[in-house]
């Protein structure tokens, strides 16, 4: 049975994919939310523990809010990394300029990081604000139609407005690891000789939780970061209409072993591909830690589009 | 009374869902057009090259007078076409008769090196690469809108209210011959 998985398809079910994961999370955290006010104990005097949860979401909230508001900056502090303008370099700016016009995206800004490994990355609160870089080596080393579906990637992830997405996912991360944090930090501080027995084993459960959750919240981080990369696969295909474009411009980004300079922990999500090589892991339980998925995986929902592989997958 | 109010409760969620179905395809309508006034700008900005260019062409190949007239014929009819379907066919005659006007350039090497000339052919092939995508925009646009009035149950609101099928940008084979019939 040669059933055809085009982009369309594995456009919607990535976006229902999304939902689902969020709609789990946002689960997940209220009960861990909940497990550990109880936890804290009602506020005598102090907090309380609804108190303290609000004190979580607040902190993890402003901080958050702040990184994604000024997002389009985080390019200007790259070191080496240009504007590019009209008359610098024409052939760049137009191909940026009409995958845009074919999206209905306001032209980003565009800056070029001079560093020669391939890679690329698209960031900013909303499309008005919004920037997209390259490396100088990613433009000498692909061809103009791999190039055309790089950046096609890249403008999907500014039209499906990841950089909001994952700004509310790392405020639910932020404050789960802030609220387990405040509650093992205030075990340290407790009477001991005030729990009975039935408290023991609800003290077990709530540091059970506070030591694994914030483990499970970077997890479905990671997952919901390595969905909208798929995402952001068949949106880009959707522009360019040539599957096999985005799929030559993986493999040889992936074949060229330079890692980037200026990438880090913090904003390695952003990129094209893992802008940390070597570090990738490889098998099923390590690719849980991935921020991106292995690169076969995406060649194969790729081939699927052209409808060169029929297994489904993803 | 309890089933008054169920009765109540259907008919009042039955006309929130009419508003906002409602709503929804004014928007897609909306988007369309706006999708098929950037597809008009780029239009304009190719017809408003091509005098240029054939005059730049024109004072190194004099004699070439017949892509001239055909260059000069394939502007106007994308400029007096009107719906989508003609417009993609004058677009496409448009592109065809450019092609030969290049081929023709070809041949002059003077007319080849020169900088305004070159500058007029990357703004005229940039040009032709904003029309496909501006088109591409507006085919998915219309894609959306006709998605919704063909399918249950938007398509009860939508011919309700009068909606209509836009048509894509699309040269189809019966507009290809009336177009060249009056030539």
């Known amino acids: 049975m040669a059933t055809v998985n085009t982009a369309w398809d594995q456009r919607s079910s990535n976006i229902f994919k999304t939902w689902v994961i969020m709609f789990f999370f946002t689960l997940f955290t209220i009960v ?38 000024y997002s389009d900056k985080i390019v200007l502090g790259i070191s080496g990394a240009k504007e590019l303008k009209h008359n610098t370099n024409k052939e760049i700016y137009h191909l940026v300029e009409n995958l ?3 999206s209905g995206l306001p032209t980003p800004k565009i800056y070029i990081i001079d560093d020669s490994a391939t890679n ?13 870089a390259l490396t100088s080596g990613i433009i000498d080393k692909l061809h103009k139609a791999e190039l055309e579906a790089v950046i096609a990637h890249e403008l999907s992830h500014i039209g499906n407005r990841d950089t909001l997405l994952m700004a509310v996912v790392a405020v639910l991360v932020g404050s789960i690891a802030l609220l387990a944090d405040f509650y093992l930090r205030s075990l340290w501080f407790k009477d001991s000789d005030s729990d009975s027995k039935g408290n023991a084993i609800f003290l077990i459960l709530a540091i059970v939780a506070a030591v694994l959750a914030p483990l499970v919240a ?12 798929f995402l952001a696969d068949s949106s880009g295909v ?77 | 009374m309890i089933a008054f109010y169920i009765f109540a409760a259907a008919v009042f969620f039955i006309l929130i869902w009419f508003l906002v179905t409602y709503n929804y395809l004014v928007t897609l309508r909306n988007r369309v057009r706006e ?63 450019l092609k030969s006007l290049f081929a023709v350039a070809e041949a002059y090497p003077n007319l080849k090196a020169s900088e305004n000339f070159k500058e007029l ?17 507006y085919n998915t646009n219309v894609l959306d809108l006709n998605n919704s009035l063909q399918t249950i149950p ?3 609101v939508g011919s309700m209210f009068g909606f209509k099928n836009e048509e894509f940008f699309k040269a189809s084979e019966s507009e290809k011959a009336d177009i060249k019939v009056k030539f």
């Open chain 2, 154 to 156: 938007s398509m009860w």
């Open chain 2, 121 to 137: 052919q990357a703004e005229v092939s940039d040009t032709e690469n904003k029309v496909a995508a501006s088109r591409q925009f």
């Open chain 2, 35 to 97: 999708a098929w006034s950037q597809i008009d700008v780029q239009l304009k900005r190719r017809s408003s090259l091509i005098p240029n260019l054939v005059e730049v062409v024109k004072g190194y190949a004099k004699h070439e007078k017949s892509v001239f007239e055909e260059v000069t014929k394939a502007r106007t009819a994308l400029m007096d076409a009107k719906k989508p379907g003609e417009k993609a066919v004058a677009n496409d005659m448009l592109t065809g008769a």
């Open chain 1, 218 to 229: 970077t997890l479905i981080q990671l997952a919901v970061s390595r969905r909208r990369e």
């Open chain 1, 32 to 69: 861990v939310a909940y497990v550990l006010a109880l936890g804290f104990g009602p506020a005598d005097g102090g907090f309380g523990g609804v108190g303290i949860v609000g004190i979580a979401l607040i902190i993890a909230g402003v901080m958050n809010i702040v990184s994604y508001y």
């Open chain 1, 120 to 132: 690329a990355f698209a960031t900013g609160r909303d499309p008005k604000h919004s920037a997209i």
């Open chain 1, 100 to 102: 845009c016009i074919a």
């Open chain 1, 238 to 314: 959707l522009l360019t209409r040539y599957p096999k474009g985005l799929e030559d411009a993986l493999l040889k980004i992936s074949a060229d072993k330079e890692p980037l300079e200026v990438a880090n922990r913090g904003t390695a999500h952003l990129y094209i591909i893992n802008p940390l090589k070597g570090q990738q892991a490889v098998g099923w339980f390590a690719g849980l830690f991935n921020t991106h998925p292995p690169i076969p995986a995406r060649i194969k929902a790729l081939q699927e589009m052209e409808g060169l592989s029929t297994e489904a997958s993803a």
